[in-house]
């Protein structure tokens, strides 16, 4: 009874069990039948299989390039080294040929101040004086040829006069000629004396001078009317010598006033019509020759998207494949991708020059591959035409503008999957029948 009485109502197994419940209860899991897992993986196989005989994957380049007309940017450039005066131009703005871009100041400074400014102030003030001398002989010349009719028509009254008193002389000198040989008969005869002699002598000795005078005034007179008759003939060439040397120094003024204007400033003007696409320089900027100071796109410029791949992309790349174009100034990730068309690849290599391919973008790559490589040797140029000219970005329709930087993937080769990854069994058997046909052929050849 005492061994009855000891011995504990429950088990120790369901006392420690009601004890560790908290834990949790233990769950036997039955494992899935065979057949079923047999059938799951012969439907993954069935399933794969299938992706890889109908499925396809399409091989494409990454290229980066500019959008550019095809007759490519006008870029003013800076003609001399100096300091930007004035910006007569805004981005955006459209200009006609001939219209001034820029002012440039070139000039040289002394203590005097800009030395090209002196000597183009000095050219300018003598321009204006011969200028003004030029319109005072325009102005003077009919006065001074009317001037000198003037004095020939006094000249010839005052020659009729002569000619009318040496006509009286001429008639009274045989009257006073025979008048002195009476009286010097006369005199013999003591009919006349000697004081009325000498001074009827005295008078005809007046009379001779008097006349000879006359003849000599006549001869001058005669030789100024010469000289009068001379000058209003030539009167009407020598206006138009004079005229004509000052206008050959004007012209040499003009020259050296260019020239002093090309010592002081220096005017940039359009080339051709077109839109003014970016402005690189402000008032202050000093510039060196051959620094570009804004790029002009031509009137009826149409943008296309110039990229740069080398010579492994371009194999299977054909004028109007289909391309997708990513914008970098409008990220491809809030605004999506965009469709264009190739228009133009180049048949030949071009050179790589520096500034045709933006810097860090010079890069052609396959869709596997998640790095840019920049390209070996020559690049060669595709044009992609966009299906639109611009972007839809927040409502708002933004136009394209020259030399914003573009990405596309262009797909050049497609093929079943199947084919992909039977590329190596098949390149390495062509390889080995290649070689085996050629160990042939030197065998024959060996016998």
Known sequence: MSEEASRPLFRAEALKWRQEAWIGSVQIIEPLSGRIASLCTVFLVVLLCVYVVFGSYTRRIHANGLMLPPEGLVIAEADQNGV???????????????????????????????????????????????????????????LELASYKEELIALQKQQSMLNDQISRDNA????????????????????????????????????????SQTLRTLVETGGQM??????????????????????????????????????????????????????RVSVG?????????????????ELLAELYVNSRAIGFVRPGQRVLLKYAAYPYQRFGLHEGTVVEVTKAPLPERMGSVPKDER???????????????????????PDRDYIVAYGKQERLTPGMAVEADIAIDKRRLYQWLLDPVLSVSATLRSVSTSDLMSRKGTL
């Not at 008048?179 to 000795?205: C, D, K, P, W």
């Open 172 to 211: 009274s000198l045989p009257l006073i000629e025979r008048a002195m040989n009476e009286m010097r008969t006369a005199i013999g005869t003591h009919l006349v004396t000697e004081s009325q002699f000498q001074s009827q002598l005295y008078t005809y000795v007046q009379f001779m001078n008097t006349h």
């Open 285 to 301: 900027q000093r510039v060196s020759v051959g620094q570009p100071l804004a790029s002009l796109l031509p009137d009826n410029g």
């Open 84 to 142: 930007v005066s004035q910006v007569a131009v805004k981005e955006g703005a459209h200009i006609k040929a001939s219209d001034r871009l820029f002012s440039l100041d070139v000039s040289s400074w002394s203590e005097d101040g800009a030395t090209g400014q002196k000597s183009l102030e000095s050219l300018l003030s003598e321009q204006t004086l011969l200028t003004r001398r030029r319109k005072l002989l325009t102005q003077d010349s009919p």
């Open 226 to 279: 010469t000289d009068l008759h001379y000058k209003i003939d030539r009167h009407s060439y020598k206006t138009s010598e004079d005229l004509n040397d000052i206008d050959v120094r004007l012209a040499d003024l003009g020259r050296q006033i260019a020239q002093a204007h090309g010592q002081a400033e220096t005017l940039i003007d359009a080339r051709v019509g077109g839109t003014v696409d970016g402005v």
């Open 363 to 385: 890069t052609s790559e396959t869709a596997v591959s998640t790095t840019s490589a920049p390209p070996q040797g020559d690049i060669y140029r595709i044009r992609v035409r």
